[in-house]
């Protein structure tokens, strides 16, 4: 396993490869709180591409900012970071990173072949509209990585589910591809029943959702 | 300044109204270092100004005076990214709140009263809903916002999703670690700056451009951070903020521009009037545009300390 430096704005960010081999890429994004995993998860293997995964902002190998400001969009701009190092990609997220990796797949559409989403943490974010409001005043003291601020910012970021599936409809329209999503995912917030219910958002399982993005050009 | 200045430079520089700040200080907000600028008696109540977007404090230099010589402490702050405050690895609605606190916090015990044009009227709405505690009174400068996505709000308010859209605004985050924005004259940064401020005269821009611009050895650049960048889209829209609005607890006194221009936000009166809570008040300046205290500062001056009086 390598890793390498990335700059996104002012944020230095650490990309893992994770496993070699030959062909498309796959692209592992990970839960709320969480790294990268120190080996590429059993159920990724049969997967003949290399298989790398990045750390997002606050977390893992990669900076911490100062003072929080966290959003998901801001994370999708870490994936993006990632994209541009490894070329075209199938993207596997878990939780925060499944969400990313919708927001990705509508923002990159000729670069994302395929985006696969799983359970993890992270998965529901702060739900479909604003909760109470609160200033989030983490404790300056918790030792992270994970940055504090980022478990406290992004476990309440709304995503409505019309917002959503604007970025599906968009991969749809815009990526060539039939079907830009697999969820393969048994937590169903509101943003994801919306997404799974729309033509291009294929509920299947891990195995398959792998098998057919290999196949795709 | 950071290099010696031209005749020309030093009458800019120079307003006939503005009055720099009579103390400045700094407040640290988790590393990040905010600047805070304060007018009048120290001792005095205080009134926290909250500037807008792609502003700085130093656009309160005509209203705040104003303020002072009334009998209050006016306090304002540089929000992150803007002015002289640091610029952050982030930006969010959520950090700028938080940074808000940290300059409240600062201030005092006592509650403060709150003035919030444009952004800064909508960071306070929520600055009041979540540390109600904190605030005596409101007064909302043109930062209402109805239908119109307002432009000076970045990143993630807006729920347009066009591709080109998203697209730039990742093709502008990888570009941002090395921006550095271009060189111009005084007067150049004036004259641009008037683009999005077409009701605003050139010698009041040029006095901005004086303080929020530095003077490198090549020329003069506007201090807000390269990374920011105007419009943007996300999950945010109007209605969230417009619905809240009825639940405010502290007195409220909303003052709407009525001239369409580029930052506007194009909120009217009766847009506002069916989410105010009771006892609020909100009005229209006839013939004025979003920039309501730089306008008419002596005006908005006025009808704030009424408000304000009336609380006493």
């Known amino acids: 396993?390598?890793?390498?430096?990335?700059?996104?704005?002012?944020?230095?960010?650490?990309?893992?490869?994770?496993?070699?081999?030959?062909?498309?890429?796959?692209?592992?994004?990970?839960?709320l709180g969480e790294r990268t995993p120190?080996?590429?998860?059993?159920?990724?293997?049969?997967?003949?591409g290399p298989i790398f995964g990045l750390d997002f902002t606050g977390h893992g190998a990669s900076s911490v900012p100062r003072g929080g400001g966290y959003t998901a969009e801001g994370l999708m701009g870490d994936a993006d970071t990632a994209l541009r190092q490894?070329?075209?990609?199938?993207?596997?997220?878990?939780?925060?990173?499944?969400?990313?990796?919708?927001?990705?797949?509508?923002?990159?559409?000729?670069?994302?072949?395929?985006?696969?989403?799983?359970?993890?943490l992270g998965l529901a974010g702060g739900g479909p509209s604003p909760g109470t409001p609160q200033i989030p005043f983490p404790n300056p003291a918790a030792s992270g990585p994970p940055d504090p601020f980022a478990l406290a910012e992004l476990s309440n970021d709304v995503r409505p589910p019309d917002y959503a599936t604007a970025f599906l409809r968009q991969a749809i329209e815009l990526s060539g591809l039939e079907r830009?999503?697999?969820?393969?995912?048994?937590?169903?917030?509101?943003?994801?029943?919306?997404?799974?219910?729309?033509?291009?958002?294929?509920?299947?399982?891990?195995?398959?959702?792998?098998?057919?993005?290999?196949?795709?050009? | 300044?950071?290099?010696?200045?031209?005749?020309?430079?030093a009458t800019a520089a120079r307003h006939p109204c503005a009055r720099r700040p009579d103390r400045q200080r700094f407040?640290?907000?988790?590393?990040?270092?905010?600047?805070?600028?304060?007018?009048?008696?120290?001792?005095?109540?205080?009134?926290?100004?909250?500037?807008?977007?792609?502003?700085?404090?130093?656009?309160?230099?005509?209203?705040?005076?104003?303020?002072?010589?009334?009998?209050?402490?006016?306090?304002?702050?540089?929000q992150r990214g803007?002015?002289?405050?640091?610029?952050?690895?982030?930006?969010?609605w959520e950090a700028d709140v938080r940074d808000m606190l940290a300059v409240v916090d600062s201030i005092g015990p006592e509650p403060v009263v709150l003035v919030g044009h444009s952004k800064g009227g909508a960071i306070s709405t929520h600055l009041i809903q979540a540390a109600p505690h904190r605030v005596r009174a409101f007064v909302n400068l043109d930062g209402i916002p109805s239908h119109k996505p307002p432009p000076d709000v970045a990143d993630h308010e807006r729920t347009r999703l066009l591709a080109r859209e998203l697209s730039g605004w990742l093709d502008h985050r990888q570009a941002a670690a090395t921006k550095v924005r271009k060189p111009d004259t005084l007067d150049g940064l004036a004259r641009r700056r008037q683009r999005m401020n077409p009701r605003l005269p050139l010698e009041w821009l040029r006095y901005l451009a004086s303080i929020g611009a530095r003077k490198d050895p090549d020329g003069w650049r506007w201090k807000i951070d390269p990374a920011l960048r105007p419009g943007g889209f996300g999950p945010w829209r109007a209605v969230w903020s417009m619905s809240r609005f009825a639940s405010l607890p502290v007195p409220l006194l909303g003052i709407l521009a009525t001239e369409s221009e580029p930052m506007g936000w194009d909120t009217r009166a009766d847009d506002v009037r069916p989410y105010l809570p009771p006892r609020a008040r909100v009005m229209e300046l006839p013939g004025v545009g979003h920039f309501v205290h730089i306008e008419r500062p002596k005006e908005v001056a006025e009808l704030t300390q009424g408000f304000l009086a009336e609380l006493r």
């Open chain 2, 1 to 9: 300044m950071d290099a010696a200045l031209t005749a020309e430079e």
């Open chain 1, 180 to 217: 830009p999503l697999s969820v393969c995912c048994a937590e169903r917030p509101e943003w994801l029943a919306a997404v799974a219910g729309e033509p291009g958002a294929l509920e299947t399982h891990v195995d398959e959702a792998l098998r057919h993005y290999a196949a795709v050009s």
């Open chain 1, 1 to 31: 396993m390598s890793a390498v430096r990335l700059r996104h704005s002012r944020t230095l960010l650490t990309l893992h490869r994770l496993r070699d081999g030959s062909g498309r890429p796959l692209l592992l994004l990970h839960g």
């Open chain 1, 86 to 120: 490894i070329g075209r990609a199938t993207v596997v997220g878990r939780g925060l990173g499944a969400y990313v990796a919708l927001l990705l797949a509508g923002a990159r559409p000729a670069d994302v072949r395929g985006a696969i989403l799983r359970d993890g």
């Open chain 2, 82 to 92: 803007h002015g002289d405050s640091d610029h952050a690895e982030l930006y969010s």
């Open chain 2, 27 to 78: 407040v640290s907000c988790h590393g990040l270092r905010l600047a805070v600028c304060e007018w009048g008696d120290p001792g005095a109540p205080a009134i926290l100004l909250a500037h807008g977007g792609f502003d700085f404090a130093g656009t309160f230099d005509v209203f705040a005076p104003l303020l002072a010589s009334a009998g209050y402490r006016v306090v304002s702050w540089d």
């Open chain 1, 38 to 48: 120190e080996a590429a998860p059993s159920e990724l293997l049969s997967w003949s």
